[in-house]
């Protein structure tokens, strides 16, 4: 089945040890994007890829930075996690702009 | 400033009767309203959606509603079993179909479908 993957489903690190998560997609979907979901709160966009086009939310920290090394996968770094950095991180992805966004089951980030 | 809004924290509903979600939203420009369901330890699950074209969308047992001079829209699901018990977000975007501006989540509604 088609799908998006996220690794780990759950990932402990610690305040300020840098931690990436993984998204992987057999869609063949151009646009990727990462969301960060706290508890009780909306998701919220971090920033996407629309093929290898980069683009940042205005308000994504500089602590967060990605990578979309092809177009199956896209990692999500964390350079020094905070504890306001735990939270759930979901990855979505859209055949084109224009789309709906399909979702992965998410990633739980928790730090120490 | 929340731009999409879903006042109710949680919905409880008997099962076989209408499940009523509501979502306002601020923000003028959007003009793609989506639903997503969301079960535990899952990511949210594409549901339904609606242009700001249109007032009425209906798949099956899935209507949404919008109300474009309220900025409100609706789900509604009828009639409702246990297997719709989730939470469901509203979303919107300004771009159709949810694309590359993202998409801006509500809260979400915890709906109960009680036996």
């Known amino acids: 089945d088609a799908m998006v993957i996220q690794n780990p489903r759950y990932q402990v690190t610690q305040f300020g040890k840098p931690v990436t998560l993984s998204c992987s997609q057999t869609?063949?979907?151009?646009?990727m994007y990462w969301y960060q979901q706290k508890s009780s709160q909306a998701p919220k966009l971090l920033f996407h890829y629309y093929d290898k086009d980069f683009n940042n939310e205005a308000d994504t920290p500089d602590n967060f930075q990605s990578r979309r090394p092809n177009t199956s996968f896209c990692f999500l770094d964390i350079r020094s996690p905070g504890l306001g950095d735990a939270a759930m991180y979901l990855c979505?992805?859209?055949?084109?702009?224009?789309?709906?966004?399909?979702f992965g089951p998410g990633t739980r980030l928790t730090v120490l | 400033d929340q731009q999409v809004k879903q006042n109710s924290p949680s919905l409880s509903v008997q099962e076989g009767r209408i499940s009523i979600l509501n979502c306002d939203y601020t923000?003028?420009?959007?003009?793609?309203f989506l639903w997503y369901k969301k079960y535990p330890a899952e990511g949210p699950t594409f549901l339904i959606s609606i242009s700001s074209i249109k007032d009425k969308n209906e798949d099956g047992r899935f209507t949404v509603f919008l109300n474009k001079s309220a900025k409100h829209l609706s789900l509604h699901i009828v009639p409702s079993q246990p297997g719709d018990s989730a939470v469901y977000f509203c979303a919107a975007s300004a771009f159709s179909g949810g694309g590359a501006d993202g998409l801006t989540f509500g809260k979400g509604t915890h709906l109960i479908i009680q036996p």
């Open positions: 869609l063949n979907h151009n646009v």
């Open positions: 979505a992805t859209s055949r084109s702009p224009t789309d709906t966004q399909y």
């Open positions: 923000n003028s420009m959007f003009d793609y």
